[in-house]
């Protein structure tokens, strides 16, 4: 006889007998330190993989490696979650792996872009063992300095009128410090030097800065230095000259062989010995007060003022120098380029200029393993003593060689030199586009985090491209485009160089993030200087260094935009400090930023975890086990009432969130107030046009 069941009955054995619908929410896991451990294996080390799930919530959880599948073990749980956890032996060159659950009849997989009903492998999370990026680098704030224009140390050395020509006109020394760049400014100098950095350690510690990245410094001709003289050598001009015998050219002439006192400058072995001095006494001030410093290094192509091309002669008939390729067809220097007419000599000017310009000629790496061997003892000369440099940031380092095999194999060549004279120095490359190929820890330690950055957040609280050349109203606050665009480029990353990518809201190449927020498109040429200075927003630039602040990553200041400095992109951008008429208020801003970035671990190397979004809505969580950091930013014009289901960060019901930090379109508040988490929701306001870090008290 089948016994009847009441209605009571029945509930209670479905409650207790079926499992409830699958909560993607709870579903999390990311490479970071606290779901894999070691995050940084050795090659011969077992990983322990961790996975998260809602507590209750599903039967089995699967890790698959490679080719293998393991079931994964329940390590722990908590009021909000289990944690599931498996070991991947070691020996293995590389990992690939993601997670299937199984909840009930639900199977659902989870790769680099969360939850999925089927799993593309190309969204695989990876653990390179052996790769290892610098600790110090994770969550580091870097400053970049564009020495020129920072700060006038030494007037001593400063480029002279008619020192020297280039690009067809005498060098420029422009005596007004406070001057707009003009629209041919690679040849105007203002004077900045390595003693004003030295002079300005103080400044820079008190700021919070913890990396110091220095754009050029060795003998080039150039204000920006992209064009490399000599890369045994800091220039004169940023160093000491002792020794300053000689005459600028005379009037009206253009040929840099009549220029003695420029040659004299830059050849004469004392001025240049003085200097190399220099730098590694600013390493010792730096590293004395536990920062670091890193060189930006030029190896695609150098200058035609090169010693080792030689097109200006100003080394032809100098004592200790051997002539240069331009000048003779037997020159030592002859394989590092590559030379169109063979027939050309003396004085050849057919050589390959990368994107065809002779003032930049392309090195020939793949015919010429003097030059590599070179190239690579300069990699490692200034990441040793007695300079100490803390790392390469490398110039447009994709472009480097005549194929991507080639670029490939230079760039592990590259890295083991750098590694083997220096394990702590960081490798950091310029590029635009897919990193993913450089970024499987064998070359590069991470990138200037442009697609997963930079463009985002510019697009998202500006809409304008990052050399304002570009207007997208529809990208302006559009939540969905901002995550589909920090997902994807994010994921072509591994954990580590996320950790320490170089995020940055403006730079040399791009224009100042402030001139972004009056969302004009406009050029030096197109619009002139004054206009890069109206309109702008400094409630919208504060998102912006909030957000920069709080994401994953090394935050990176370019000097002056602490101090609201503006420009179009290059070469307004190059404007020079404004010592002495800074805006003290974002200073301030900058210094309270910064301190809330290093007060919390979960910003530094926390995971990170989408709370809400809607138009001109971001919300998202810093979370580590026991620590949680939500940050709410409004860019709409009117108050924005939100419901946050924060449970999926950890945050259990009654908890209490207390603000540290609230933008507005007029300033900033430090005051504190606290918010309690009821029925597992976070109900808050996010004010007009406002930022707010809050933190689990």
């Not at 599931?84 to 792996?97: C, E, S």
């Not at 020394?173 to 030295?198: A, C, E």
């Not at 004592?319 to 063979?342: I, L, Q």
């Not at 918010?675 to 707010?692: D, G, Y």
Request: with cysteine; aromatic share 14%; hydrophobic share 35%.
């Amino acid at each position: 006889m089948v016994e009847k069941k009441t209605n009571g009955q029945k509930i209670h054995d479905y409650v207790y007998n079926v499992k409830p619908i699958l909560n993607k929410g709870g579903l999390f896991a990311d490479g970071s330190k606290y779901y894999v451990s070691p995050q940084e294996p050795d090659v011969d080390q077992d990983v322990n993989v961790r996975f998260r799930t809602t507590a209750d919530n599903v039967d089995e959880v699967f890790l698959i490696y490679n080719e293998e599948k393991i079931q994964m073990t329940k390590e722990s749980s908590n009021r909000i979650f289990d944690f599931y956890t498996a070991t991947i032996p070691g020996g293995l060159p590389f990992i690939r792996y993601h997670f299937e659950i199984h909840s009930g009849r639900v199977t659902c997989f989870y790769d680099k872009l969360g939850p999925t009903k089927q799993n593309d492998r190309e969204y695989d999370f990876e653990i390179c063992p052996g790769f290892k990026v610098p600790e110090w680098a994770k969550g580091a704030v870097f400053y970049q300095i564009f020495v020129d224009r920072f700060c006038n140390g030494d007037t001593s050395n400063d480029v002279l009128d008619n020192e020297y020509a280039y690009i067809g006109t005498g060098s420029v020394q422009v005596k007004d410090w406070n001057q707009r760049p003009s629209i041919m400014d690679v040849g105007r100098f203002y004077g900045g030097d390595l003693q004003g950095v030295k002079d300005k350690l103080d400044y820079l510690q008190d700021l919070g800065v913890d990396v110091i990245y220095l754009n050029p410094i060795f003998v080039s001709p150039s204000n920006h230095k992209y064009d490399i003289q000599d890369y045994d050598y800091v220039d004169p001009h940023y160093g000491r000259i002792v020794d300053d015998e000689g005459d600028c050219l005379p009037g009206g002439c253009l040929e840099n062989k009549q220029s003695s006192r420029y040659i004299n400058r830059v050849t004469n072995k004392k001025n240049l010995e003085a200097s190399n001095q220099l730098f590694a006494e600013l390493v010792e001030e730096i590293h004395k007060r536990g920062m670091k410093v890193i060189l930006d290094g030029v190896f695609n192509h150098c200058g035609s003022f090169n010693k080792w091309m030689d097109r200006e002669c100003i080394y032809e008939n100098q004592e200790g120098y051997e002539k240069g390729a331009f000048v003779s067809k037997d020159s030592p220097y002859n394989t590092f380029f590559k030379f169109y007419n063979d027939n050309a000599w003396p004085y050849n000017t057919t050589y390959d200029g990368w994107w065809g310009h002779d003032t930049l000629p392309k090195l020939n790496y793949e015919d010429s393993p003097k030059l590599v061997e070179y190239i690579m003892k300069i990699a490692r000369k200034w990441v040793s003593p007695p300079y100490n440099a803390d790392g390469w940031r490398l110039d447009v380092a994709a472009d480097l060689g005549h194929s991507p095999e080639y670029n490939h194999q230079f760039w592990r060549e590259f890295r083991r030199n750098v590694k083997e004279a220096n394990p702590n120095a960081i490798i950091l490359a310029e590029h635009y586009g897919d990193p993913k190929s450089w970024l499987k820890g064998d070359q590069w330690d991470t990138v200037m985090n442009y697609d997963a950055f930079m463009e985002p957040i510019t697009w998202f609280l500006c809409g304008v491209e990052k050399h304002s050349d570009e207007f997208r109203g529809d990208l302006l606050g559009n939540y969905d485009a901002f995550k589909g665009a920090m997902n994807y480029h994010m994921s072509r990353f591994l954990r580590p160089s996320i950790d320490v990518s170089m995020n940055e809201l403006s730079n040399h190449d791009h224009s100042r993030f402030l001139t972004r927020t009056n969302r004009k498109v406009g050029r030096l040429h197109t619009m002139g200087a004054d206009a890069a200075d109206q309109g702008v927003d400094k409630g919208i630039f504060r998102q912006a260094v909030v957000f920069q602040m709080t994401w994953p990553g090394a935050p990176t200041i370019y000097y002056g935009d602490e101090a609201g400095v503006c420009g179009w992109t290059d070469p307004d951008n190059r404007r020079t400090y404004p010592w002495g008429h800074e805006d003290k208020e974002l200073i301030q801003f900058h210094k309270d930023m910064i301190r809330i970035h290093k007060s919390y671990e979960a910003l530094k190397s926390g995971s990170v975890l989408y709370l809400h979004g809607g138009h001109k809505i971001l919300c998202y969580g810093r979370f580590t086990d026991n620590k949680q950091v939500v940050v709410i930013m409004n860019t709409n014009y009117e108050d924005v009432d939100l419901k946050l289901h924060i449970r999926q960060i950890g945050v259990y019901n009654h908890s209490i969130l207390r603000r540290v930090m609230l933008t507005n379109e007029e300033g900033y508040t430090l005051e504190p107030q606290d918010f309690m988490v009821e029925h597992n929701v976070l109900t808050i306001k996010a004010p007009k046009m406002s930022a707010m870090v809050l933190v689990r008290a």
